[in-house]
């Protein structure tokens, strides 16, 4: 049986990809095609997109299946489950795990151009040239002497590299994403179901939405349903009521407070690998967070993806939203209302919560320090790490509140 192996970020997947599979399926006539979405792979930087999205949006490569060129087609989550069990992929140890699980076919690798024009420099290009042959697709017009002079030093023999036919269609996914912040149509470069994902989700947001309408609540809230599973979106739906009634009772916008509390876990569920990419990406915007503790990077880069993917202009939404797991030093009446909100929201049931819930509507400050006190003695119990953000949090609002009280 011969096996193709078509594997990319897919970010999103478009009809570039798709011409370049048919392309290659029509050189090698696969038994079998399997689409498979990297993880995180180790020489390209992690989108902001979550893994489960690109998934889904392969599931355009459907369309091809069922033809004379790609009789079957299999859309494998093998990499992205690596990369969520925190381990490093490369093409060299998926080419393993597919000749181990099927010793007798053949593997044959889809490669774009500028991915044949850098092979050597990929992890173990030698064992994963012995271990499958390549199919060389052209994603450039006039790239085809490059191809073939690279592919003949890569393998003077000749017969480890075939080259489909040469009808490149050039697109990356990487101008589309731009394409679709600058607000133009792409309806021609994206297949109709991957549309509807990047619609659903609010994937790339033009930067005009950004700029005059943001993030609206619905769509703060269908963000959280889509990234969340059932208890946390329940979670969160709590948090959003809480929110909003202290919002009333302390004279702060309710809208603000919605919108804060549907977006605060959306990057709880994301793999640790990803959230250490956004916070590696954003280091000029954000200091150094990836030193702070891991349980507070969730904040930082659910702050992140709605400013930089979402559209969520309004900087005090921002702040509330990254500083929920530790508060800061200097705390608005949001970022209390959040971290209140959050801390008590009614699916908890620690031993006072209820007691600091009831504070938490008379008096934001007392139930902040209380919130603080509690927080601090639980992680210093725990053996866990302390963000020095909480403490700082602490102390000024002590100094703020009571005077000079050290912890
Ligand atoms: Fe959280
Ligand atoms: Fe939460």
Known sequence: MRILLYGG?????HNGHLHNLSLAAARVRPDRVIVMPAGVPPHKAASATPAALRLEMCGCFRAL??????????ISDWEIRQAEKGIKNYTDTTVSML??????DKIYLAVGSDMLLTFDRWHQWEHLLNNCQLVAVSRECDDREALWAKAARLDPTGARILFAADDAMPMASSQLRAALQRGEDCTDALPESVRRIIAREGL??????????????????????????EKRYHHTENVKNLAVELAQIHGEDPEKAALAAWLHDT???????ELLQILQDNVIIKNNPAARPEPVWHGICAAILAQTQWGVQDQEVLDAVECHTTGRPGMTKLDKILFLADMTSAERSWPGVEELRALAKKDLDAAMLAALDHTISFVRQQ????????IAAYEDLKKQTEGNHKL
């Open 99 to 104: 000749t181990e699980a099927y010793p007798d």
């Open 9 to 13: 970020t897919f970010d999103p997947p």
């Open 65 to 74: 299946a069922g033809t004379e060129a790609i009789p079957q087609l299999e």
């Open 204 to 229: 790339y947001l033009p930067m005009e939405t950004q700029k005059h309408s943001g993030l609206t609540i619905a769509q703060a809230q269908q963000l959280a349903k889509s990234r969340l599973g």
């Open 383 to 390: 053996g866990g790490d302390l963000d020095p953000m909480s």
């Open 267 to 273: 990057a709880k569920e994301m793999p640790k690998a």
